[in-house]
């Protein structure tokens, strides 16, 4: 059972009134020091903690921030954006509660059961739920990806970019028949539609042929397949959606007996620390994880303090090459 100011006033020899005055800090109270000391004492000893709604209601606010992702797999990239995105907002005395939006429960449910600060969402939210937050004083924070927006609530995450980046090392490095590995979880389709508009764009742009697209389920088996196709189709250089399907790449590729990066150059995305141990090890993009969760910490605090959000930063991609995508001698 859990431990009520009650407990804590029996226990200290108090009233309830005192115990709320010493836990609050309530300014004015007269409360002698050693009544203080006694009543906090008592409240450690007894763990004592008071509940987030009856310090929403006192403050007429909430210290929380609450982020919905959608149905996305949480890797190293998310992990280490939501740990850097709790510290930003820790600083500020807010605490962070992630809900993984699995299943078919409305999201009005959570937001009035937890009485967030701010919500900030990791995708587009619906429009009758972002009236409904806003209607209830609640400040909200969308992301979306790529796209120029007037609403200063809306941060733009880009993706596109990323595959030009690819596309430009790659050919850069003498490179002219290139592949796309995309990855055939459906949960990351969005992300991987904007990554091969990128790369097919900049292709284009190159003057070079589309590329021959293949998807991996990170199976030998799936990871060869895609390997004999793009030898069959010329195929001299492969851009992978991230650092996992191109860590997969790499083995289909020396399972169809193709040598990297002498017959065929490739490069991931996220520079996760396995990519450096790859053999040979694999060339990735950047994404400036950390950078950009002070940004959307920037903005969640901009929202709350209502003033105008930080420009958004134009150099968060950065190409990190290695042996796996050595120029062509």
Do not use: K
């Not at 004015?28 to 203080?36: L, M, Q, V």
């Not at 280490?80 to 449910?109: F, I, K, S, Y």
């Not at 055939?184 to 284009?204: K, W, Y």
């Not at 996992?244 to 790499?250: D, F, Q, S, Y």
Request: hydrophobic share 45%; glycine share 8%; net charge neutral.
């Amino acid at each position: 059972m859990a431990v009520t100011s009650a407990d804590v006033a029996r226990e200290s020899g108090v009233s309830r009134t005192t115990v709320s005055y010493v836990l609050n800090e309530t300014p004015g109270a007269t409360i002698s020091d050693a009544t203080r000391r006694r009543v906090l004492a008592t409240a450690a000893r007894l763990g004592y903690a008071p509940s987030a709604a009856a310090r929403t209601l006192r403050a007429g606010r909430s210290d929380l921030v609450l982020c919905v992702l959608p149905n996305w797999p949480i890797g190293p990239v998310l992990d280490t954006l939501l740990e850097r995105l709790a510290d930003e907002l820790a600083a500020r005395g807010l605490a962070v509660l992630v809900h993984h939006g699995r299943g078919a429960r409305p999201l009005a449910d959570l937001w009035r059961a937890v009485q967030p600060r701010t919500v900030v969402g990791f995708a587009a939210f619906a429009e009758e739920d972002l009236r409904a937050m806003r209607l209830a004083g609640i400040q909200v924070v969308g992301t979306r990806m790529d796209g120029d927006d007037d609403d200063p609530t809306i941060v733009s995450v880009p993706q596109v970019r990323i595959g030009r980046l690819q596309v430009q090392h790659l050919v850069a490095g003498g490179r002219s028949r290139l592949g796309w590995a995309g990855t055939t979880d459906t949960r990351l389709a969005e992300f991987a539609r904007h990554r091969l508009a990128g790369v097919r764009s900049e292709c284009a742009q190159a003057g070079i042929a589309p590329p021959v697209v293949r998807e991996l389920d990170l199976t030998m088996a799936s990871a060869a397949r895609a390997a004999a196709a793009w030898r069959e189709a010329g195929v001299d250089a492969v851009a992978a959606y991230n650092d996992e399907v191109g860590l997969a790449v790499l083995a289909g590729l020396r399972e169809q007996g193709l040598a990297v990066p002498q017959d065929v150059a490739v490069i991931g995305v996220d520079d996760v620390p396995a990519a450096a141990l790859a053999e040979p090890p694999l060339s990735s993009v950047d994404q400036a994880i950390e950078r950009q969760a002070a940004y959307l910490a920037a903005c969640t605090l901009a929202a709350l303090d209502g003033v105008q959000p930080p420009s958004r930063p134009d150099d968060l991609h950065t190409v990190v090459a290695r042996a796996s995508s050595a120029p062509r001698r």
